[in-house]
């Protein structure tokens, strides 16, 4: 039985890890990956202490501080349930069940899909959820980044330094995100940004070649080679089926991390917690071990 | 005889690393192929993988997408 298991291994898992090892907990990370969606992003400019920093870099300086401990993990697992019976909680994965006294869900968010005719066919044929990985095949071509965010600029930054031409299909009417990612974007001459427009369908034969927008109500053709998806996230919070969460399926926590199940906080991504930056996952995992190290305290467990 | 292992990378795709570490870490030797640089190298991944998704591995022939832990671990016979 551990005193504490971790969900995740991103920002937040990877924290509340380097602060329960020293406090001594008996602890176990459970991850499908490690750096979480930091490993995803490209340039990271507001991590404090970095004014500039890649997010594989990021990441591997993430990973290196975790290891320091002596701190099991259990990669490429995938967590199916977590229960608590009594004052034991178990965590089911696609592996084995582990027991603890202690949880913090830390699992992050993964890439919202379209939903069009398409998407399922072309992907990894042309269309991808990560611009960091893949985004380097597409050199010299011309690509579409779907979304109008902060992580469809990035992927917008990141492919002009690579393709021909960029062009962003914005659903809104107007680019949101950082005020600096959105200069640097309008600056550059090789970016088209279309709003108020919308994906319709994904077109090719064995590899993407185009895709079909609607705008003002009229449909037209783009011819691209590559099909770059930012449309946002969602939480992974589906293997968690009694907790309380809000809406869109975030963990509802309170100020401590707590969740409505004694024993068992949230931190990062899939929480309800305001803004979802590297560094807030990274400050809010901290505050969940430090919970859940006084809540094993506190309950003499 | 050894396993002739080649990967084809990029230099920031998290699992590309992973892969990479992994490989390292069970002693096996690998030709890191990055696509980001080399085109022809890009365009021969995606003849040979039928998808642009990296990382791609070649062992002996046997083309494995992703970071796919158990099917390499058969395939290398580890």
């Known amino acids: 039985m551990f005193d504490l298991i971790v969900i995740g291994a991103g920002p937040a898992g990877i924290t509340a890890s380097v602060y329960a ?25 507001n991590y404090t202490g970095y004014q500039f920093i890649t997010g594989t870099d990021l990441a591997a300086k993430f990973e290196e501080h975790m290891r320091k401990y002596d701190i099991a993990l259990e990669e490429n697992e995938t967590v199916t349930e977590v229960k608590k019976t009594n004052n034991i909680i178990s965590v089911k994965t696609d592996k084995g069940t582990y027991e603890a006294k202690s949880v913090i869900i830390a699992s992050g968010k993964r890439s919202k899909e379209l939903g069009v005719p398409g998407e399922k066919e072309f992907k990894n044929r042309g269309l991808t959820y990560c611009a960091t990985c893949d985004g380097p095949l597409f050199s010299g071509k011309v690509v579409a980044v779907i979304g109008g965010g902060n992580s469809a600029l990035d992927a917008a930054l990141q492919l002009t330094k690579i393709a021909k031409q960029v062009h962003i299909i914005n659903i809104t009417s107007a680019l949101g995100g950082d005020a600096v990612m959105r200069e640097k974007i309008e600056k ?114 | 005889m050894d396993k002739n292992v080649k990967i084809y990378s990029t230099p920031t795709c998290p699992w590309c690393i992973r892969i990479k570490q992994f490989l390292k870490e069970n002693n096996i030797t690998f030709e890191d192929i990055d696509v980001s640089s080399n085109h022809a190298a890009a365009e021969e991944m995606i003849q040979k993988s039928g998808q642009m998704g990296v990382p791609v591995l070649d062992i002996d022939g046997e083309v494995i997408v992703g970071f796919d832990r158990e099917k390499i671990k058969t395939v290398l016979g580890l």
């Open chain 1, 21 to 45: 090892a020293r406090k001594k907990m008996q602890l176990l990370v459970i991850s499908r990956d490690i750096g979480g969606q930091a490993a995803w992003s490209g340039d990271i400019e």
């Open chain 1, 188 to 301: 550059s001459k090789i970016v088209t940004i279309l709003n108020n427009t919308q994906i319709t369908a994904i077109l090719g034969d064995k590899f993407v070649g185009g895709i079909k927008i609607k705008r003002e109500g009229r449909e037209e053709t783009l011819a691209v080679e590559g099909v770059f998806v930012e449309i946002g996230l969602i939480p992974n919070s589906e293997f968690v089926k009694d907790i309380e969460k809000n809406q869109i399926g975030e963990i509802k926590i309170n100020c401590r991390n707590e969740t409505n199940i004694t024993g068992i906080f949230a931190a990062g991504d899939v929480t309800d917690v305001p803004e979802k930056q590297i560094i807030i996952a990274a400050g809010e995992g901290s505050k969940a071990a430090l919970s859940a190290f006084r809540y094993l305290a506190q309950s003499r467990l």
